[in-house]
């Protein structure tokens, strides 16, 4: 039974929040903290006032981002792990994180500022999902002898992050931390 005074959202005012946070993923993680929010409206095609009632702030679009994209990659982790091939299921989920780094990129100023300890709480929660999920995906691999021993998810993400923040952005960004990336999946080969 739904909660007194709680309505479930108009489908076209959930559509706008969706088109607003798509649009806030690219303007926001090319811009950064000072990107400006009428280009974020107009790229979703709706208008200031629209952005406005969904994210009264610019922290709470920020946040709003930033938690929507590690929502999908819990899910990406959860549904690599029932894959056949564990280590093209890493290497799928590795790629897909550098998604999100290149929007948490241009996001980190303002991300500081908006981190509250509730919000630390459910980055920590989140993050412990995905590694529960890609240590299950490492077990699995481990199992069937496709995976060396002794490699965790966290290793995963501490070789991800220090990949991608080792190469300065720039057009050939992208395609060289992915080339990175497959020879360090190759080098998990048992």
């Given at each position: 039974?739904a ?31 000072k ?12 208008g ?13 679009l920020?946040?709003a ?10 899910s ?23 998604n ?8 980190l100023?303002?991300l ?15 993050s ?13 691999g ?49």
């Amino acid at each position: 039974m739904a909660e007194i005074g709680k309505r479930k959202p108009r489908a076209d005012a959930q559509k706008n929040r969706e088109l607003l946070l798509e649009a806030a993923k690219e303007v926001l993680g090319r811009g950064g903290p000072k990107a400006s929010l009428e280009a974020v409206a107009r790229r979703a095609g709706v208008g200031i006032g629209t952005l406005y009632r969904h994210f009264p702030t610019r922290e709470m679009l920020f946040m709003a981002v930033f938690s929507r994209e590690l929502d999908q990659l819990v899910s990406t982790a959860e549904d690599l792990a029932e894959r056949e091939d564990p280590l093209e299921a890493i290497r799928s989920w590795l790629h897909a994180n550098v998604n999100l780094v290149e929007t948490k990129r241009g996001m980190l100023g303002a991300l500081s500022l908006v981190m509250t300890e509730d919000l630390k709480q459910g980055y920590t929660e989140r993050s412990n999902l995905v590694l529960a999920a890609m240590d299950r995906l490492l077990d699995k691999g481990r199992k069937a002898g496709e995976i060396r021993d002794g490699v965790s998810a966290e290793d995963l993400v501490q070789t991800l992050y220090a990949i991608c923040y080792a190469r300065q952005p720039g057009p050939d960004w992208r395609e060289n931390v992915l080339r990175v990336l497959d020879i360090f999946v190759d080098g998990l080969k048992r």
